[in-house]
């Protein structure tokens, strides 16, 4: 496995270790300037970490779920499904439905990639990953995430997956990101969330069609076809770009035998 570099200790916004100097407000110009050099070289880590890794399909979704839930299952079905299609599977690299998804691609065959944050309490990579980066800040991390994917599942989760649903929708709705396909998965889990949307689409804070941006759905299959016509289909990919990687600048290509995309 390659795996980026890794950090210690607690991070707030802006890499201290008390939230207490963050929330003071505006700081030195050396210091800003400093945070600015920390916050590009996260960008330039991650890029060269995962520069090979697509075309990718991300999946998102709690890092609580043990491998005997319902939803674990289902995030490692789904990790298959996208790695025959010939999709890299890009996870936030922990545990859960991020660890499910990394192994359904690793016993398919295909390739399996994770962008882990650097957490207090310590998020470890998980097992089923050829290759990962740690990142230091989450919206570096969102930004990684969404660079390499052709496609975004939404598995049941918590905040952070909440947030990474809602920022993909907004991305696409506002022509931030070509309309990628995007599924929140699970009927169950999320029906009260859906029923929020429809009551934001009735009340006109979302616009009629704005429904159309995702499919929501229970079935593995459903998900399948839905990324094979949006994604594959949608982008015209036919094969995997073939881009020479320079040694002197850290990169190394992947070694892999994906399935074709069709």
Request: aromatic content about 12%; overall charge positive; glycine content about 10%.
């Amino acid at each position: 496995m390659e795996a980026g570099s890794t950090h210690s200790g607690r991070f707030t916004p802006l890499g201290s270790p008390n939230t207490k100097v963050f929330l003071e407000g505006p700081h030195s110009r050396k210091k800003e300037f400093l945070f600015l050099l920390g916050v590009v070289r996260e960008f330039i880590k991650g890029f060269r970490n995962l520069h090979f890794a697509g075309p990718c399909v991300t999946v998102f979704g709690s890092a609580r779920f043990d491998e005997d839930h319902v939803f674990y299952k289902a995030a490692r079905q789904i990790g298959q499904e996208i790695a025959k299609m010939g999709f890299t599977v890009m996870t936030g690299g922990g545990p859960g439905i991020m660890e499910a998804a990394n192994r359904g691609a690793k016993e398919a065959g295909g390739y399996s990639v994770g962008c882990n944050i650097v957490l207090a309490h310590e998020q470890h990579p998980n097992k089923y990953l050829d290759k990962w980066v740690d990142i230091k800040y989450f919206f570096v991390r969102k930004v990684l995430l969404t660079k390499y994917s052709y496609g975004f599942i939404v598995m049941p989760g918590g905040y952070g997956t909440m947030d990474e649903f809602f920022e993909s929708l907004e991305l696409v709705q506002t022509g931030k990101m070509k309309k990628v396909p995007v599924v929140l998965f699970g009927k169950t889990y999320h029906a009260s969330l859906y029923s929020f949307l429809q009551k934001m689409q009735a009340e006109k804070t979302i616009a009629g069609e704005d429904l159309d941006l995702f499919l929501f759905t229970d079935s593995v299959d459903e998900t399948r076809e839905y990324l094979k016509k949006h994604a594959i289909e949608g982008f015209g990919l036919k094969q995997h770009r073939t881009i020479k990687p320079f040694s002197i600048l850290g990169e190394m290509n992947v070694s892999r035998n994906p399935a074709p995309l069709k």
